[in-house]
């Protein structure tokens, strides 16, 4: 019998991190191919998948801006870091059967396509993965508000927010043993209870517009999958 996913499109968003693999900065090469394998599973399910891609693993202008640096041209620097872990998954995923684009919400032509919704939405119908690059171009935000911001522009059933920890606890799972997983919450919840879902810009937009956040561990092999099947794997937010 063939299992029929439970999302037809989804926006993935990876924090620049999970890029790093075991390493302390930068791009690890063992984790791309990680990632592409994760990614290529759900594809060849024939799920449309979308991804905006972090840059901390690069730059944060959010620390370069604390200690003094001028907060817009710190941030700057960050969405720049997201174009070129943009350019490493791209890269990747097209060299391990997947085809890729990359669209930037900062205009660099030569390197990479920029962002048109119309454009992305026909390559995620076409089966390709589309890589959101520069956040949503603008300072003072992050890419997890991109990432709702373009879930729903290209009308993603769901944002799936890739993380260290398997889902939304109680607690800090790694200080406090006695923390939970909530497997569901709702946007009130979160806001309510100050919960580690996505940044609140985010977490409102979401709200707002009625789309659905799954918390998982990107570590975990398999999750995505599963995630995209409907199982209970990680935390789901809703409304
Ligand atoms: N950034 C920005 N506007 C955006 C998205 C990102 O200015 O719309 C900058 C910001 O400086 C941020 C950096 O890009 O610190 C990297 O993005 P983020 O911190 O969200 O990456 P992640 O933590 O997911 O790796």
Do not use: W
């Not at 060299?95 to 992305?120: C, D, F, H, M, N």
């Not at 944002?159 to 919450?185: C, E, F, Q, S």
């Amino acid at each position: 019998a063939t299992v029929k996913p439970a999302y037809q499109r989804i926006l993935l968003k990876l924090s620049g991190e999970a890029l790093m693999g075991d390493d302390a900065f930068g791009i690890n090469r063992a984790m791309l191919a990680k990632l592409v394998a994760e990614v290529k599973e759900v594809v060849d399910m024939g799920v449309q998948v979308g991804i905006v891609i972090g840059g901390g693993n690069i730059f944060r202008g959010v620390s370069q801006g604390a200690a003094g640096m001028d907060r817009a041209n710190a941030d700057y620097m960050g969405m720049l870091a997201t174009v070129i872990n943009a350019i490493a998954l791209g890269d990747a995923m097209n060299r391990g059967g997947l085809v890729a684009r990359v669209q930037s919400a900062l205009t660099i032509e030569p390197v990479v396509e920029p962002y048109i919704r119309g454009k992305a939405i026909r390559y995620l119908e076409e089966g390709k993965v589309v890589i959101f690059a520069a956040g949503t171009g603008n300072p003072f935000f992050t890419t997890d508000t991109a990432a709702a911001l373009r879930g729903r522009e290209v009308e993603a059933q769901i944002v799936l927010k890739a993380t260290k920890v398997d889902g939304v606890y109680t607690a800090d799972p790694m200080k406090d043993k006695t923390a939970t997983r909530y497997n569901k919450l709702t946007f009130d919840e979160a806001f309510v209870k100050n919960l580690k879902v996505m940044d609140a810009t985010a977490l409102a937009l979401c709200r707002d517009q009625k789309l659905p956040i799954n918390v998982f561990s990107i570590f975990k092999a398999g999750a995505l999958k599963r995630v995209v099947m409907g199982e209970d794997e990680g935390t789901l937010v809703h409304n």
